[in-house]
């Protein structure tokens, strides 16, 4: 239902099924050369539909696979009219959808083969980012390892403080508002500031936190040709964007983006769109306030409160949205592996998030004792990888091609966990650069020989 006819399958059994009220999901098992395993597919933006192309994926490589609408069907990937005055649609979207399709395709699994899978694995980013981690934090038992990537964990407050903070910052003021064609003028001075912070210069800025470019540098000179140069208002509109969402008091409400990718597929979509009012953290902020939280279809978004407002969100929605639980230990406890990935240059869903949320669960493992011992026991179950470069789940200008699921299945089947993951970079139908993708906080650090176009020449450190 909603999904999009699969090419390039080997035959299978196909189950189609309906969880009350609504949640539609299909189970696909191979009818030859299963692999003895379960996956389970994660959705994106406010899910409605079911991902074939991504089960055919699962199902070529020999997995008995499963995924879900979440309870609706959707007419856009930004669609929100579905839970106008719909609290249990609401919350099969936030977490019951996946768990219960999870619960009986495996147990379809089992029937069907006479036998339960051997391990089962969960795969999603962006909204199935935050699907993983809401099933590892809230049913712990549903899988031996997952993958989270992008993931939109704290969605309440990214809402707040990304799709609608970012909107905010350039169109409330209709002179704040940043076309396109003028991004790659920002990413360029971007890069040209801070691209060599690293050592190399590629276009790529291995951790942007250490990048102080201050957007007025492209401030308008009296006279100067505005397409070549920022207004105030526009510079001020960047700083909002790389400053983060506060509130009243000053107190941080989420982490804003990072410098690094402006210039690329990424921000032109997301932060522009092709003109005011189009762009996607627009069409993300507009859906979800009208319809899950204000149930008001005329609801203003320049009347937000980030203190009143948004703590009304949180109370009605995040308890069923939010994935924040930093206590991992019963998936731990349980065997279970979580990597989560994030690219750098995401458009989308700030890459800090990732970054304090991994921090949360270090400080929960850890139980008081040292930094390096809580980090060292977090590691045995869970890793963070950044991908420099990579934009919202693929593109950007660094390598954003990778097999985090081989890593995985290597983790938790044979007890290898992944020191690297290789990314590469795909031009013209090429892999013109490899790069290893490294646990964090360790970065990659080429050895002075060698291409840096090149995996094997670069090697995980600690910073």
């Not at 098992?29 to 899910?47: D, H, R, T, V, Y």
């Not at 936190?209 to 505005?226: H, I, K, N, V, Y």
């Not at 509109?237 to 989420?254: D, F, H, K, L, P």
Request: overall charge negative; some cysteine; proline content about 6%.
């Amino acid at each position: 239902p909603g999904g999009t006819a699969a090419v390039d399958a080997p035959a299978f059994c196909r189950v189609a099924g309906v969880i009350a009220p609504a949640v539609n999901f299909e189970v696909w098992l191979p009818e030859s050369g299963w692999n003895g395993k379960f996956q389970g597919i994660g959705n994106g933006g406010m899910a409605g539909s079911i991902y074939y192309d991504r089960m055919a994926t699962a199902l070529r490589r020999g997995y008995a696979t499963a995924a879900t609408d979440t309870g609706h069907v959707s007419e856009g990937v930004f669609d929100a009219t579905w839970a106008f005055g719909r609290p249990d649609l609401i919350e099969d979207f936030g977490h019951r959808g996946l768990h219960l399709t999870t619960v009986n395709a495996k147990a379809i699994t089992a029937a069907h083969y006479g036998r339960p899978p051997d391990y089962s694995y969960y795969v999603g980013c962006s909204k199935g980012g935050q699907q993983g981690l809401m099933e590892a934090q809230r049913y712990p038992d549903d899988y031996d390892g997952l993958i989270a990537g992008n993931p939109a964990h704290d969605w309440t407050s990214f809402y707040a403080g990304a799709h609608l903070w970012y909107s905010l910052a350039t169109l409330a003021d209709p002179d704040s508002y940043i076309p396109a064609d003028k991004l790659p003028l920002l990413g360029d001075a971007v890069n040209a500031a801070c691209d060599a912070l690293d050592g190399i210069e590629d276009g790529v800025l291995d951790d942007p936190r250490a990048c102080d470019f201050d957007p007025a540098e492209l401030t308008c000179a009296a006279g100067q040709d505005p397409a070549t140069c920022f207004t105030e208002k526009q510079v001020e509109a960047v700083r909002a964007i790389w400053s983060g969402a506060t509130n009243a008091a000053g107190e941080r409400i989420y982490p804003g983006l990072v410098p690094g990718g402006e210039g690329t597929p990424g921000w032109d979509r997301w932060v522009s769109g092709e003109a005011p009012f189009t762009s996607l953290h627009w069409l993300a902020a507009e859906g979800f306030f009208r319809n899950l939280v204000f149930d008001d279809l005329d609801w203003d978004f320049r009347t937000f409160d980030y203190d009143e407002d948004l703590a009304f969100a949180l109370e009605k929605v995040g308890v069923v949205l939010d994935a924040v639980d930093p206590d991992l230990r019963p998936l731990r406890d349980n065997g279970g592996k979580l990597i989560v990935y994030h690219g750098w240059s995401d458009a989308d869903i700030s890459p800090l998030s990732s970054i304090d949320y991994y921090a949360d669960v270090v400080s929960v493992v850890g139980e008081g004792r040292e930094h390096a011992a809580a980090l060292a026991d977090t590691r045995e179950f869970f890793r963070l990888f950044m991908a420099p470069g990579m934009g919202h789940c693929a593109g950007g200008p660094g390598p954003d091609r990778f097999d985090a699921l081989t890593a995985l299945e290597q983790w938790v089947e044979e007890g290898r966990a992944p020191d690297r993951i290789v990314a590469s970079r795909i031009r013209d139908g090429e892999v013109d650069r490899t790069r290893p993708l490294c646990p964090y906080p360790e970065v990659a650090r080429w050895t002075g020989s060698g291409s840096t176009d090149d995996a094997a020449n670069f090697e995980c450190v600690m910073p």
